[in-house]
């Protein structure tokens, strides 16, 4: 299995990116992908996961309202749009797979067995 993330970039407070994480090899259509930032310094730490069978979602309470995750299971891509950015937002997200649903741990890293290689996120005036 293959991650491939990407969509980062510069953005000033208040702006908008979408980013995106396209899979390959998957041998079961079940599984799930989470998103995941991590800021200079700090833990890695879950910002959403969605699961590809039901499309249940989950957020990080920092980023609920503002942030969106959604699929196309055609194109076996994932999608973060991030509204109304904050400087704190600032990180390199990472998406990751798992075998099944998101669950009640979707935040949990280590449980994600496939991972991207991160995609960088700056919120700067």
């Given at each position: 299995?293959?991650?491939?993330?990407?969509g980062g970039g510069l953005v000033q407070p208040g702006g908008s990116l979408r980013l995106s994480c396209t899979a390959s090899g998957f041998t079961s259509g079940y599984y799930a992908i989470g998103w995941f930032r991590q800021a200079p310094g700090k833990?890695?730490?879950?910002?959403s996961c969605i699961s590809s069978r039901d499309g249940d979602t989950h957020y990080a309470d920092?980023?609920?309202g503002r942030f969106t995750i959604s699929r196309d299971n055609a194109k076996n891509t994932v999608y973060l749009q991030?509204?109304?950015?904050?400087?704190?937002?600032?990180?390199?997200?990472?998406?990751a797979s798992?075998?099944?649903r998101c669950g009640s741990t979707w935040?949990?890293?280590?449980?994600?067995?496939?991972?991207g290689q991160g995609t960088q996120v700056t919120v700067s005036s």
């Open positions: 299995v293959q991650l491939q993330a990407s833990e890695r730490t879950g910002v920092s980023v609920k991030m509204n109304s950015l904050k400087p704190e937002d600032t990180a390199v997200y990472y998406c798992d075998p099944g935040y949990v890293w280590r449980k994600y067995v496939y991972w």
